[in-house]
């Protein structure tokens, strides 16, 4: 993480010698770069309009993102069961197909999934008025190797206690299209 004030200071700079180096170019008379640096400085001077209007005070590559590409909140219908499971109560959240989507990238030579982008999984927790995750978690079936914890994932360091995700397929008849997406989301309470 790195100060906004500190990037915006050295992308001022950069902006400067951008316009400079323009300056040079047709001082010089010399046309055929100045095409190049045009585009070089209409993108540093783009990254300083953003620096000006971002309201960010750390800047990292999740927050910047975050701000520039957000997750579309959506509403999602869903069903809430509340149990005990071994005297602990517990929460799922059931969702109607089509679910939230759930973006997910391969691990161990395509053998299992993991979920890097924890963006999309705290939305959905918003959404149920939930905390959201810090991190992403591999497939539990590539941790435990069981058949039965495919499709799996879960975060035992959880603030409610531990939350297992399910994923599964869904699809949406409206765009005729496929997609995989969270199906359940139980919270075991500690």
Same mark, same amino acid.
Request: aromatic share 8%; with cysteine; charged share 20%.
């Given at each position: 993480?790195?100060?906004?004030?500190? *990037?915006?200071?050295?992308?001022?700079?950069?902006?400067?010698?951008?316009? %400079?180096?323009?300056?040079? &170019?047709?001082?010089?008379?010399?046309?055929?770069? &100045?095409?190049?640096? %045009?585009?070089?400085?209409?993108?540093?001077? %783009?990254?300083?309009?953003?620096?000006?209007?971002?309201?960010?005070?750390?800047?990292?590559?999740?927050?910047?993102?975050?701000? %520039? *590409?957000?997750?579309?909140?959506?509403?999602?219908?869903?069903?809430?069961?509340?149990?005990?499971?071994?005297?602990?109560?517990? &929460?799922?959240?059931?969702?109607?197909?089509?679910?939230?989507?759930?973006?997910?990238?391969?691990?161990?030579?395509?053998?299992?999934?993991?979920?890097?982008? *924890?963006?999309?999984?705290?939305?959905?927790?918003?959404?149920?008025?939930l905390p959201p995750v810090k991190e992403g978690v591999s497939e539990l079936a590539s941790i435990t190797h069981q058949a039965i914890d495919a499709d799996k994932y879960r975060w035992d360091n959880y603030e409610k206690g531990v939350l297992l995700l399910e994923r599964g397929i869904c699809r949406n008849m409206t765009a005729v299209q496929t997609f995989t997406c969270i199906v359940r989301i139980?919270?075991?309470?500690?």
């Amino acid at each position: 993480m790195v100060a906004t004030e500190t *990037v915006k200071t050295v992308v001022l700079v950069l902006f400067g010698l951008c316009i %400079l180096w323009i300056i040079v &170019i047709v001082v010089k008379n010399d046309m055929q770069t &100045i095409v190049r640096a %045009l585009l070089v400085t209409a993108v540093v001077g %783009l990254a300083l309009y953003f620096l000006n209007q971002t309201k960010l005070e750390k800047l990292s590559y999740s927050a910047v993102k975050n701000e %520039l *590409v957000p997750v579309k909140k959506r509403n999602y219908k869903f069903e809430m069961r509340e149990g005990h499971i071994a005297g602990n109560p517990t &929460i799922t959240y059931i969702f109607e197909d089509p679910g939230p989507p759930l973006p997910q990238v391969m691990v161990n030579g395509g053998k299992y999934m993991a979920i890097k982008d *924890v963006r999309w999984v705290n939305s959905v927790l918003e959404f149920l008025g939930l905390p959201p995750v810090k991190e992403g978690v591999s497939e539990l079936a590539s941790i435990t190797h069981q058949a039965i914890d495919a499709d799996k994932y879960r975060w035992d360091n959880y603030e409610k206690g531990v939350l297992l995700l399910e994923r599964g397929i869904c699809r949406n008849m409206t765009a005729v299209q496929t997609f995989t997406c969270i199906v359940r989301i139980t919270i075991y309470s500690r």
